[in-house]
């Protein structure tokens, strides 16, 4: 395994301030002059919305999200990974008109569907939405998160998945056949696995422009290193940020990221120990010294 670069993913929480000017990838946020991608996190009451905004980013264990509050308004996430991100989290009532900034800020929706919400309420939000930005903004990335994929057997999370998605294209294509040739991707997610960083990741892959160069780099580095996979992660997140060439194994990225998580819960820990003939430019004995890098390259 090697350290590759200094990252850091940290979070802050607002509520809703005033329209930003519009930027192609991102905005200027007024309370940090820095340049983020927006990201809109929709869905019905419960579906699981802000759960994974604290699990992902504020290390919230899943067994506690049941006691998380209804969001009532809108709250901005403000995350510093390899790329700036800003993460709406919407109530359930949301709508395009009461949003209060034009869909053409977002670089990407995240729809957010309960597994076992088969009804029509859910599917019409989203293919009202879906219908919304498409309109305003053709190019946009439009993912479904089918979430709480832990609560249904293995058949009947199979079978449940097929019909969201099938319910899904048909509805749109009886509004319109020019929705056929939209990109629309659907994850099946859960906050108890790894399944939920998996498909995050793959979202935050559209978003990062270096992403072909990061590839290469790694290409080139399981090539001179004889290794048969790498990843390129943010250690708090979990996020892988690129892979190389090859095919990605559901059960070496859940093994790297068990071993994060590992890191992060035991690294802080540790104290760095010095010898005895202390240095103003040292840091002091008691004063805990983080084991890794923000952003790792792992290799299997």
Same mark, same amino acid.
């Given at each position: 395994m090697a350290a590759a670069a200094n990252y850091s993913a940290t979070c802050s929480s607002t509520p809703l301030a005033s329209t930003q000017r519009p930027r192609l990838n991102g905005h200027t946020s007024s309370s940090d002059a820095v340049s983020r991608t927006k990201i809109l996190l929709l869905g019905l009451r419960r579906a699981g919305k802000t759960s994974i905004q604290q699990v992902l980013f504020n290390n919230l264990p899943p067994k506690q999200t049941f006691y998380l509050e209804t969001t009532m308004r !809108?709250?901005? +996430?403000?995350?510093?990974? &390899?790329?700036?991100? #800003?993460?709406?989290?919407?109530? *359930?009532n949301v709508t395009v008109e009461s949003l209060g900034v034009p869909l053409s800020q977002f670089s990407t929706i995240i729809f957010v569907i309960d597994i076992r919400d088969l009804y029509n309420q859910p599917i019409s939000k989203l293919v009202e939405w879906i &219908? *919304? @930005? %498409?309109?305003?903004?053709?190019?946009?990335?439009? #993912? &479904?998160?089918? +979430?709480? *994929?832990?609560? /249904?057997? #293995?058949?009947?999370? !199979? #079978?449940?998945?097929r019909q969201i998605h099938e319910r899904v294209s048909d509805r749109l294509l009886d509004i319109s056949p020019e929705y056929e040739q939209m990109q629309l991707n659907f994850h099946l997610t859960s906050v108890y696995d790894h399944s939920l960083h998996e498909a995050f990741s793959r979202v935050l892959h559209k978003l990062i422009e270096s992403l072909p160069f990061l590839e290469e780099l790694l290409n080139v580095f399981c090539a001179n290193s004889q290794s048969p996979k790498a990843f390129l992660f943010d250690t708090r997140s979990r996020l892988y940020i690129a892979t190389d060439a090859s095919p990605v194994d559901s059960a070496t990225h859940n093994l790297c990221c068990d071993y994060l998580l590992m890191?992060? @819960?035991?690294?802080?820990? %540790?104290?760095?120990? /010095? =010898? @005895?003939? =202390? @240095?103003?430019?040292?840091?002091?004995? =008691?004063?805990? !010294?983080?084991?890794?890098?923000?952003?790792? *390259?792992?290799? =299997?």
């Open positions: !809108i709250l901005k +996430h403000q995350i510093d990974t &390899v790329i700036p991100l #800003e993460i709406w989290d919407c109530p *359930a &219908v *919304a @930005s %498409y309109q305003e903004n053709p190019d946009i990335m439009l #993912e &479904v998160f089918v +979430h709480k *994929a832990e609560k /249904l057997q #293995e058949d009947d999370k !199979i #079978e449940n998945f890191l992060n @819960s035991f690294g802080p820990l %540790y104290t760095c120990v /010095l =010898s @005895s003939f =202390s @240095s103003p430019n040292l840091p002091s004995l =008691s004063r805990p !010294i983080p084991l890794t890098f923000n952003l790792r *390259a792992m290799c =299997s």
